[in-house]
T-cell receptor, first 111, second 116 residues
Framework: GQQVMQIPQYQHVQEGEDFTTYCNSSTTLSNIQWYKQRPGGHPVFLIQLVKSGEVKKQKRLTFQFGEAKKNSSLHITATQTTDVGTYFCAGPPGGSYIPTFGRGTSLIVHP | GAGVSQTPSNKVTEKGKYVELRCDPISGHTALYWYRQSLGQGPEFLIYFQGTGAADDSGLPNDRFFAVRPEGSVSTLKIQRTERGDSAVYLC??????????????FGPGTRLLVL
């Protein structure tokens, strides 16, 4: 079955440093979604990428979808303590409605 | 309602007991998903409803798990003969359901199930 892998599993940064998490799928995805889950909270939708090579920005967050639609990345510039949480990528294989979630990358920001 | 709601927020039960978890999706959302999340893991798909019917139940781990959505709105996840390994957070999500696979899912706060 489809596998979605995320690295790293954990990332400690000092406030102000940049952060990147990578997502790789074993199969081609119809789209990729990114979610953020705060400690004790539930996943909250951040963004969705659909097109091959697509890049989208939300303030300090930059999301990329690979040309082959099998990988994606999330980059945060100048992290803040409010960025703390676990970032998940999720993507349905082509034609499916069911997204497979990665294990997530937990971001810890030290003030 | 403003968002997806789930009840109860926490459930403690004994091994072998039956439990029901409820999900109330966003009004007007025809698609509803159940996921299970264990500590340190991403949400694991269980079942997907489109309207009243289970469009995909391939994620249900075994026949102890069952879910219904009789009127196309509220859904109930039912677990029979609970086992300690069923302990997890059960998440429900809903989406519009009419725009294909490219849809935003809105998650509820989850039900934290602990089987003793």
């Amino acid at each position: 079955g489809q596998q979605v892998m995320q690295i790293p599993q954990y990332q400690h940064v000092q406030e102000g440093e940049d952060f990147t998490t990578y997502c790789n799928s074993s199969t081609t995805l119809s789209n990729i979604q990114w979610y953020k889950q705060r400690p004790g909270g539930h996943p909250v939708f951040l963004i969705q990428l659909v097109k091959s090579g697509e890049v989208k920005k939300q303030k300090r967050l930059t999301f990329q979808f690979g040309e082959a639609k099998k990988n994606s990345s999330l980059h945060i510039t100048a992290t803040q303590t409010t960025d703390v949480g676990t970032y998940f990528c999720a993507g349905p294989p082509g034609g499916s409605y069911i997204p497979t979630f990665g294990r997530g990358t937990s971001l810890i920001v030290h003030p | 309602g403003a968002g997806v709601s789930q009840t109860p927020s926490n459930k403690v039960t004994e091994k072998g007991k039956y439990v029901e978890l409820r999900c109330d999706p966003i009004s007007g959302h025809t698609a509803l998903y159940w996921y299970r999340q264990s500590l340190g893991q991403g949400p694991e798909f269980l079942i997907y409803f489109q309207g009243t019917g289970a469009a995909d139940d391939s994620g249900l781990p075994n026949d102890r798990f069952f879910a219904v959505r009789p009127e196309g709105s509220v859904s109930t996840l039912k677990i029979q003969r609970t086992e300690r390994g069923d302990s997890a957070v059960y998440l429900c999500a809903s989406s519009l359901g009419n725009t294909g696979p490219v849809e935003t899912q809105y998650f509820g706060p989850g039900t934290r199930l602990l089987v003793l």
